[in-house]
Each structure stands twice: as C-alpha cells, then as structure tokens.
C-alpha cells in the first residue's frame, strides 16, 4: 500500500477504459491484493507542472468496476475512498452524447451537475421523475474550462475514425441504470433538463458514494462520446467510435492532469485562500464598505423602469436602501426556522454575509413590496422548499426570477419540485443538523455557482400572444370554461400551461381557440417567461385551488409589472401576502364569467 497521500482515485466501469488510462500512465504497478479488498488497483506517479513552473508529482490509484451501473459503483467507491482517502474520484469512460445539445461522435464531455433519474413515481398515466442532483468539484471544473489542450490530441493513442477535431462540452450528465438508445426517452429528459450534453451509468453511484463519506473528497467525471443514446447506436458506423471515445477520455484526463489543476496537499492553504478571493469578489465583500455600498445604490438606482418599482408598479416610489451585508431567506417551515437561520448564519459568516427574512425588519408599507424590496436589496436570496409546499417561498422566487437576481434553492429531502421549479438547481437538504454542517465546507463552491435564471430572449418568438391563464386544480375544467368562453367573446385567445382531454373536447366542440404552451420545444420555465413577457394579460388564480406554479407565475409578473387579474373564490380568503393587490372574487362560475367579462372590457 502506497504511504503517501493519494490525490486522485480514477475509477472506470468497462476493462477497455481502464486499458486506455494505464496506457498514458507509464509507470503504473498492480498494487498487491489485499484480504479485505477484492477490487484489484493500479498505482503510479504523474509529473505535474504548475503555470508557477513549479513541478510536483500526484499520487494516483486507478481501478475498474467489475460490472456497469450504480450499484456497483457505489459500492466499489464506497470500499476504495476508505481504502486510500483520496483527495479526489474521477470518474473517466466513454457515454452517451446528445445531438441536439451540439455533441458529436469522439467528443469530449466535462460534467458540472450528476443528475440521477432513477427514483421515480409510477403513477396510472404517468412516471414522475425525482431527480437528485450532485455538483462535481467546483476547482477541477475551473481547471477544465481554463484547459488550454481539450482535445489531448498530442498524446493520443487511438487514431480518429473520421476526420475532425474532439470538441470540449461542459455541462449537466444525465445517470441512471438504463443502457439508452432512445431519442424519445432523452427527449423527456431535456424537458426538464434542457442543458442536458450527455447521459451515463455510473455516475449518480460514484456521487452518492462520495457525498456519504466523511472525508468528503472531490468528485469529477470525464467522458468520451461513443454513441449519441439514439436508435443507431449499435450500427457499425458508430460502434466503431467506441475504441476512440476510451482513448480520448483518458488523454484528456491525464493531460489536464499534468497541468497541474490542483494543489499538492503543501499548497492547499494558499490555493483555498484564492478561492476565498474568487468567492468573496463574487459577492462583492473585497472592497471597502463604502465602495459596496455606492456599488449596490448605483444597481438599485438602475431599476428597469417598466419593473415592480417603476412608473406604473405595485411598489412605484418605495424606497430602497443597499443592504451588503445581507442575504435574504425566504423559509417554509416556520416551526424549524430558527434551526435554519442559525445553519445558514453559520456557514455564512466568514463572508460576512448573514441570512435575512421579510420577518426579521419591522418595514412601513405592504408585505408584497416589503418582500420585494429585500430581494432586490441583498446580495442574493435563499429559498427553502419543503413538503409543506408554502405559496408564498414560490412567489418570493417568482418576484426573484422577474428580477433576474441570484438565489439558491434548499430541496428537502423526497420533495418533488413543482413541474417550473424542476429544471432548476438545488442544495439537498437532509436535515437541519446536517445543513449546519455540511453547508460550510461547500458555501464557497455554491456562490461560485450560484443560479442566476436569465429568460432565453429567442423564446419570444415561439410563443404566441394571448391571455396566459395560470390555474389547476380539481375545478380546472369549469375554470378554464369560464375564461375561454369570455375571452373568446372579447377577442382574446388563452394560453395554457397545461389542459386534459375532458376540456379540450368541449372547447373544440363549441369552436373555442385556445393555446397551449409547447413543453416539448425547450425548458419549461424559459417558455412560461417568454409568455409572461408577450402576453396582453395574465389571469392568475390565487385561492386554496392555486398552485405553486400558478403563484410562480405571479411573482414573475408582478416582478416585471405585466397587467394581471388575480381571482379568489369566497371560499377562501385572500393570502395574508397579497392583501392589497386588486382581485375578483366569485361564488359562481356563472359570476366569475360576468366578472371577468367585466374587467377585460375596461382594458
């Protein structure tokens, strides 16, 4: 057994990946077998230059997976990171690429976000997938985007089937158990993962193998393009990439390696001290108080005039103030929150950055322009999301999407997502206790990247204008009825985020138009903003029948001051959050159509 400290552990599934990475490490040897091991290792020394000039030599254990999926992975992970205490898994091998994502056969894909498909809800109609996500380690992904040599082309053992030049993707991996070979099954996918450049076997074990482990090392996972997980992938044409795809992932590997992507264990104080750099730039505390704050007043005097705090906005002429030292938290469960704040404080502090809710600041004024004011305030937002599925955290992250300000998401563990909230990223949260800890050592790597939704602009085009309707629930059918009914009679056409058979049926019958939002043409979210964004109106349910997705919809349009109409039925009282905004409210559908008749003709 090697002494040292290993600083790599590579680990590959299929014998022929594992043969590819021993051919550019030279001077491996088969480490002896041991009694409480049967995994068989391989160890050897890379030279590594560092742009100082400075030189050192990692320590490396490669190893292969005895079969192929999550289970074995984990397994055999969980037996090695005990064994040798590496400071880093990779995981290197070939995978399935994804065409519409621009990747090609031979390429070269870098994963920043593990997203595991496996756990899934079965349901009569359909499957509901409750995808767990792991981030790969934020210093080696740094290293691949700044890599100089993508291609390993200098060193590459296996000759390129076709002509051409290996291209560098970085971006979400798909894992699950399933060898795919399915458009469609992809397809589904990138609904809800539109980012999505490849998909794999692997990985999601490998990820959960090294998150439950206490010394926690850095995962990361490079893969070559043997197939593009289609119909064709078991054709001559394509399996003949196979040999290439091994040879150019282990290239790759070993020549980032040998650039020297972190430090030796000597230099590691100083290279975390940068990183605290990088992570306080990030959040503007490297600079004097004063410069920050002229900094935030000058963001906060730029607010698009058009906005929520522009002529003509719910919050028109409240005031603003820059608040640097801030972050805001929007929370669930209040019965917990104190347990929250004090987690978050705690891995906060040393960037002196401390959580803030809507209830810690006695503020003059409506609670919704209150909320409003503190997203747009601090440096960045928190949301939690737990079973309990409070309206008001989703119209707090609506207001912070109409924004266009960073946030994080904390998911609870077994919490499914609403279906516009699933295609974006999330801290897993297991329990408070361990948020308390687990979130300190990672703070850093999540500022770093930290989710900051931009609508893509190119989906104004593809949605048609009209009226979007945000409402579901077990009274759809006579809602979605009512509206239709009247705003056809108006002029107007509805638009839909989603609609059954039973209502679509009488709508065609009685020649009602109506529209319905294309969740297979991209991310939902991004076609859902682009609605809000060219819709002459939006009607909005906000009572007990609301959905998180509908209240989603609605901080996104209040964020940017789109002309809405709220309805509530007199069942149910207005929620305490948007007292103050105009709504209708109606007993009746027969009254809601006379209403809602009424308020469109004055537009």
Same mark, same amino acid.
């Given at each position: 057994?090697?002494?040292?400290?290993?600083?790599?552990?590579?680990?590959?599934?299929?014998?022929?990946?594992?043969?590819?990475?021993?051919?550019?490490?030279?001077?491996?040897?088969?480490?002896?077998?041991?009694?409480?091991?049967?995994?068989?290792?391989?160890?050897?020394?890379?030279?590594?230059?560092?742009?100082?000039?400075?030189?050192?030599?990692?320590?490396?254990?490669?190893?292969?997976?005895?079969?192929?999926?999550?289970?074995?992975?984990?397994?055999?992970?969980?037996?090695?990171?005990?064994?040798?205490?590496?400071?880093?898994?990779?995981?290197?091998?070939?995978?399935?690429?994804?065409?519409?994502?621009?990747?090609?056969?031979?390429?070269?894909?870098?994963?920043?976000?593990?997203?595991?498909?496996?756990?899934?809800?079965?349901?009569?109609?359909?499957?509901?997938?409750?995808?767990?996500?792991?981030?790969?380690?934020?210093?080696?992904?740094?290293?691949?985007?700044?890599?100089?040599?993508?291609?390993?082309?200098?060193?590459?053992?296996?000759?390129?089937?076709?002509?051409?030049?290996?291209?560098?993707?970085?971006?979400?991996?798909?894992?699950?158990?399933?060898?795919?070979?399915?458009?469609?099954?992809?397809?589904?996918?990138?609904?809800?993962?539109?980012?999505?450049?490849?998909?794999?076997?692997?990985?999601?074990?490998?990820?959960?193998?090294?998150?439950?482990?206490?010394?926690?090392?850095?995962?990361?996972?490079?893969?070559?393009?043997?197939?593009?997980?289609?119909?064709?992938?078991?054709?001559?044409?394509?399996?003949?990439?196979?040999?290439?795809?091994?040879?150019?992932?282990?290239?790759?590997?070993?020549?980032?390696?040998?650039?020297?992507?972190?430090?030796?264990?000597?230099?590691?104080?100083?290279?975390?001290?940068?990183?605290?750099?990088?992570?306080?730039?990030?959040?503007?505390?490297?600079?004097?108080?004063?410069?920050?704050?002229?900094?935030?007043?000058?963001?906060?005097?730029?607010?698009?005039?058009?906005?929520?705090?522009?002529?003509?906005?719910?919050?028109?002429?409240?005031?603003?103030?820059?608040?640097?030292?801030?972050?805001?938290?929007?929370?669930?469960?209040?019965?917990?929150?104190?347990?929250?704040?004090?987690?978050?404080?705690?891995?906060?502090?040393?960037?002196?950055?401390?959580?803030?809710?809507?209830?810690?600041?006695?503020?003059?004024?409506?609670?919704?322009?209150?909320?409003?004011?503190?997203?747009?305030?601090?440096?960045?937002?928190?949301?939690?999301?737990?079973?309990?599925?409070?309206?008001?955290?989703?119209?707090?992250?609506?207001?912070?999407?109409?924004?266009?300000?960073?946030?994080?998401?904390?998911?609870?563990?077994?919490?499914?997502?609403?279906?516009?909230?699933?295609?974006?990223?999330?801290?897993?949260?297991?329990?408070?206790?361990?948020?308390?800890?687990?979130?300190?050592?990672?703070?850093?790597?999540?500022?770093?990247?930290?989710?900051?939704?931009?609508?893509?602009?190119?989906?104004?085009?593809?949605?048609?204008?009209?009226?979007?309707?945000?409402?579901?629930?077990?009274?759809?059918?006579?809602?979605?009825?009512?509206?239709?009914?009247?705003?056809? #009679?108006?002029?107007?056409?509805? !638009?839909? /985020?989603?609609?059954?058979? %039973?209502? *679509? $049926?009488? +709508?065609?019958?009685?020649?009602?138009?109506?529209?319905?939002?294309?969740?297979?043409?991209?991310?939902?979210?991004?076609?859902?903003?682009?609605?809000?964004?060219?819709?002459?109106?939006?009607?909005?349910?906000?009572?007990?029948?609301?959905?998180?997705?509908?209240?989603?919809?609605?901080?996104?349009?209040?964020?940017?001051?789109?002309?809405?109409?709220?309805?509530?039925?007199?069942? #149910?009282?207005?929620?305490?959050? !948007?007292? /103050?905004?105009?709504?209708? %409210?109606? *007993? $009746?559908? +027969?009254?809601?159509?006379?209403?809602?008749?009424?308020?469109?003709?004055?537009?």
């Amino acid at each position: 057994m090697i002494a040292e400290t290993t600083d790599f552990l590579i680990i590959t599934a299929l014998r022929e990946e594992l043969r590819e990475l021993l051919n550019y490490l030279p001077e491996h040897a088969k480490v002896d077998p041991a009694v409480d091991d049967i995994t068989t290792y391989y160890s050897a020394k890379l030279s590594a230059s560092f742009p100082s000039g400075d030189s050192a030599k990692y320590n490396i254990i490669a190893c292969c997976l005895l079969s192929m999926g999550r289970t074995e992975a984990a397994a055999v992970t969980s037996l090695a990171v005990q064994k040798w205490n590496p400071r880093f898994v990779l995981l290197v091998g070939i995978a399935g690429g994804i065409s519409d994502a621009g990747v090609s056969l031979g390429d070269i894909l870098i994963s920043d976000q593990i997203v595991d498909y496996e756990l899934q809800k079965q349901e009569r109609s359909y499957d509901s997938i409750r995808y767990s996500v792991h981030r790969t380690d934020p210093r080696l992904l740094g290293a691949a985007m700044n890599f100089d040599d993508p291609s390993g082309s200098e060193s590459l053992e296996e000759r390129r089937p076709e002509e051409g030049t290996p291209r560098l993707h970085i971006g979400p991996i798909a894992t699950g158990d399933k060898v795919v070979a399915h458009k469609k099954l992809i397809d589904r996918y990138r609904q809800d993962w539109p980012k999505l450049i490849g998909v794999e076997m692997e990985a999601g074990g490998v990820a959960t193998a090294v998150y439950h482990m206490s010394s926690r090392p850095g995962f990361f996972m490079i893969r070559g393009v043997s197939d593009l997980a289609d119909e064709d992938k078991d054709l001559p044409t394509v399996t003949k990439w196979r040999n290439y795809a091994c040879s150019i992932a282990a290239a790759y590997t070993i020549s980032l390696l040998k650039s020297g992507p972190v430090p030796k264990t000597e230099q590691s104080i100083q290279a975390d001290e940068n990183l605290d750099r990088v992570v306080k730039h990030t959040l503007s505390i490297d600079r004097p108080s004063d410069v920050i704050q002229e900094k935030i007043e000058k963001e906060l005097g730029s607010v698009i005039p058009e906005g929520i705090f522009g002529p003509g906005g719910t919050c028109f002429g409240y005031p603003l103030r820059p608040r640097q030292e801030s972050c805001f938290l929007a929370k669930e469960g209040m019965d917990r929150s104190d347990d929250l704040s004090a987690a978050l404080s705690l891995a906060l502090d040393e960037f002196k950055v401390s959580p803030i809710g809507a209830d810690d600041l006695v503020i003059p004024g409506s609670f919704l322009c209150k909320i409003a004011a503190l997203i747009r305030e601090t440096r960045f937002g928190i949301y939690e999301l737990t079973d309990s599925k409070n309206l008001n955290v989703y119209l707090q992250l609506g207001i912070a999407i109409g924004l266009r300000r960073p946030f994080l998401l904390l998911k609870h563990r077994d919490i499914e997502l609403s279906p516009l909230a699933s295609g974006l990223d999330y801290f897993p949260v297991e329990s408070y206790l361990e948020l308390r800890f687990d979130l300190k050592p990672k703070v850093r790597d999540i500022i770093v990247s930290m989710s900051h939704y931009l609508p893509d602009v190119e989906e104004s085009s593809k949605v048609q204008r009209g009226v979007l309707v945000g409402c579901d629930g077990t009274e759809f059918p006579d809602f979605a009825y009512a509206i239709t009914k009247v705003l056809h #009679s108006r002029g107007f056409t509805p !638009l839909f /985020g989603q609609i059954d058979s %039973r209502i *679509s $049926t009488i +709508l065609d019958r009685e020649d009602l138009t109506y529209n319905v939002i294309d969740k297979t043409a991209g991310n939902l979210l991004n076609r859902l903003s682009a609605a809000i964004a060219t819709s002459d109106l939006i009607i909005v349910r906000i009572d007990g029948q609301a959905s998180p997705d509908a209240i989603l919809i609605l901080g996104i349009a209040l964020a940017q001051n789109r002309r809405t109409i709220l309805i509530h039925s007199e069942k #149910s009282p207005v929620p305490s959050y !948007l007292l /103050g905004l105009n709504h209708i %409210r109606f *007993s $009746t559908f +027969l009254e809601l159509s006379q209403k809602i008749d009424n308020a469109v003709s004055k537009l």
